[in-house]
């Protein structure tokens, strides 16, 4: 799937401070949990995500994006993320 500028711009307006905060919390060895790589990855998860739920609901990103339940599963995704990372 891909996400046009605009569908990651409202991403990035609406998730881009939990995505740095969730990038903060993610503690360990410096060499794999730098705060830039963290942010990355769960960048990357974030777009898992979107797929993820296209997926599963069959809707198109601009259809679901802004939706109660996309946001509940977005953030567990990204949650999720961090707990196993």
Excluded: P, R
Excluded at 25 to 40: F, R, W
Excluded at 53 to 78: P, R, S, W
């Amino acid at each position: 799937m891909t996400v046009t500028d605009e569908q990651w711009q409202k991403i990035d307006k609406k998730y881009g401070g939990l995505i740095w905060k969730i990038s903060y919390k993610i503690s360990g060895d410096n060499a794999i949990a730098n705060l830039e790589d963290n942010h990355s990855d769960l960048q990357v998860a974030a777009l898992d995500a979107i797929a993820g739920f296209k997926k599963k609901t069959n809707l198109t990103a601009d259809e679901f994006i802004g939706t109660k339940l996309f946001d509940q599963y977005f953030k567990t995704c990204l949650w999720n993320f961090k707990n196993n990372k």
